[in-house]
């Protein structure tokens, strides 16, 4: 079997509790993205979803555990791995190409200056800006219209993975949906590999070709992988119409409102794998138990 | 209606309240008595002699004109005009000025990036910050052993203070959500201090800057008061001296504006590096 293009291995994360304890946001992590895939993480805030966002992003490192992405141990941020924050991405004092050319020129030293400014521009015109905003600051754009800037910067430097933390949590629930459509778009362009924190479920179904559920902390862990069998491309009103859509939702939900409560807790496990949930013709197919490493 | 616009109306009420001022101030002085109203009494206990006094607007206007009109004169080294005289000031000011900038903002940018250094630094600096700066002027004198040099010494330790801990405050507080940009931009160290850190703590920076040149100002009139020589602190003693009263009035206003100049443009550059989050 092949390697997966991004794995998680035993990923554990332990902070001091400032009382001389300690306290563990997750325990023996494991999971894994393929090459192009778009997963997103599904769980209750405090679970530690920016703590694994961290990690995978190099900002933060883990207590124990390895991420290894194409062959390559992690350590310390890269320009292969992208971020989009859910605020301040952007520098408030450079104007919105700027924002995108200095990012450009880090990824392409080589480059000339037409070359970057080009590459800039396309990009910015992929997420549906035009010249009118380019010289503007990012104080004098829309919170929807920043996270574009930050979307088209993302793609502008290809990461090997693009990591987005909430990245429409600011956003009001029309702009949000716009931008989701945009992000589609782009993305559906591309081979990128994508990991996407959120705690919306309909944005999730709507984008994701998998979902990681996360049971609540401490100990919290992924506890099922989710696929989203509904063929792409997709469109929000019509994946409604799917019939796998509202068992999908459904299953999402019990698990945020119920069972990520049921299933919290230390598991002792060696390893924590998440269950492969697959839903054909509404039916859920339940994958093997999660494997222990010997 | 005819409607004036904020501003309008504001400079129209400033100029009242000049025009106001001036004249009770006009008022206020008693006229100098010509000599042939007085008593033979008078005349002979001295009371036909020039009095000092504080000398209405009137004469204050006509000493800035005469000043103004000729401001770089240089008639030995007792009589020297206006211009020149602050010249020297703003000589001083500026050089003592730059030093210190040249050596504060390095090191509030290590101080604010090192918590190390902040600590191991803070307690020279809180002890060191308070001194009032003519304080030093007799140490300088003695190991500069150089009037001018000492008079620049001390506007180099008055103004790093608030340069060293306005640039050390602003480059701590830096968002680091900014400095993860550039981490996962993987930006050189370089590229991190000047490109994103240096903006960032700007606005924080230049204030530092403006209010350093504030003191500087205000204790460069002090230190040319004691070093003498020229300067517009020598000048305004040196009036005080001559008890030529008009002439000190005059070089106060000077002194006045003069700060007001050195202030607004610190000011143009605080906006010109301002940013909205």
């Known amino acids: ?294 | 209606m005819n409607v004036l616009s904020l501003n309008h109306r504001a400079a129209l009420l400033s100029l009242v309240i000049l025009i106001f001022g001036l004249l009770i101030w006009e008022s206020l002085i008693p006229a100098q008595q010509a000599a042939g109203e007085l008593t033979e009494y008078e005349r002979l206990t001295g009371g036909g002699a020039q009095k000092a006094g504080v000398p209405p607007p009137s004469q204050v206007f006509q000493k800035a004109w005469e000043e103004l009109s000729n401001p770089f004169y240089d008639a030995g080294p007792n009589d020297k005009g206006i211009g020149i005289q602050i010249g020297y000031s703003i000589y001083r000011v500026l050089s003592g000025y730059f030093l210190a900038a040249l050596v504060a903002i390095p090191l509030g940018f290590l101080i604010g990036m090192s918590p190390i250094a902040y600590k191991a630094l803070n307690p020279f600096i809180q002890v060191l910050r308070p001194i009032s700066p003519l304080a030093w002027m007799p140490l300088a004198l003695f190991v500069i052993q150089d009037s001018e040099w000492s008079a620049i010494f001390v506007i180099f330790i008055c103004s790093i203070w608030p340069m060293l801990i306005n640039t050390a405050f602003g480059v701590a507080g830096v968002r680091e959500d900014w400095v993860n940009v550039a981490r996962t931009h993987e930006l050189s160290s370089m590229r991190t201090a000047f490109m994103v850190i240096l903006p960032a703590a700007a606005p924080t920076i230049v204030t530092g800057m403006r209010i350093s040149i504030g003191i500087a100002w205000l204790v460069i009139v002090a230190a040319e008061m004691l070093v003498g020589g020229t300067g517009i602190g020598y000048y305004v003693w040196n009036e005080w001296n001559n008890l030529d009263l008009t002439s000190v009035i005059f070089s106060i206003l000077m002194i006045g504006v003069v700060g007001m100049a050195l202030d607004s443009m610190f000011g143009v550059l605080q906006r010109y590096v301002a940013y909205n989050e």
């Open chain 1, 1 to 294: 079997m092949p390697k997966p293009y991004l794995s998680v291995e035993r990923m554990t994360q332990r902070y001091p509790d400032g009382e001389g304890g300690e306290l563990t946001v997750f325990e023996n992590a494991s999971f894994s993205v393929e090459k192009g895939e778009f997963v997103v993480i599904l769980g209750h805030s405090g679970c530690g979803k920016s703590t694994i966002m961290n990690i995978l992003s190099g900002l933060a490192d883990a207590s124990m555990g390895a991420v290894i992405m194409d062959g390559e141990e992690v350590s310390g941020p890269s320009l292969e791995r992208g971020v989009v924050f859910q605020n301040y991405s952007l520098l408030p004092w450079l104007t919105t190409i700027k924002n995108v050319t200095f990012a450009v020129r880090a990824r392409n030293p080589t480059w000339s200056k037409e070359q970057v400014l080009a590459h800039s521009k396309k990009h910015l015109e992929m997420v549906g800006l035009n010249e009118e905003v380019f010289n503007r600051k990012p104080s004098q754009l829309s919170g929807g219209m920043r996270q574009r800037v930050s979307i088209a910067r993302a793609f502008a430097i290809s990461p090997k993975l693009l990591l987005l933390d909430e990245p429409f949590g600011a956003l009001d629930a029309l702009t949000r949906g716009t931008i989701q459509d945009e992000l589609l778009k782009v993305w559906a362009g591309t081979n990128q590999t994508v990991f996407m924190i959120t705690h919306d479920i309909d944005e999730a179904i709507l984008l994701a070709d998998r979902i990681l559920l996360m049971t609540n902390g401490p100990f919290a862990r992924i506890a099922e992988s989710v696929d989203i069998t509904i063929p792409r491309p997709r469109t929000r009103t019509e994946i409604v119409e799917h019939p796998n859509y509202y068992s999908i939702r459904n299953h999402l939900v019990q698990f945020l409102g119920k069972r990520s409560k049921e299933l919290a807790g230390q598991t002792g496990a060696e390893e924590n794998r998440p269950e492969i949930v697959h839903y054909e013709n509404t039916k859920p197919v339940r994958g093997s138990k999660p494997k222990l490493a010997s």
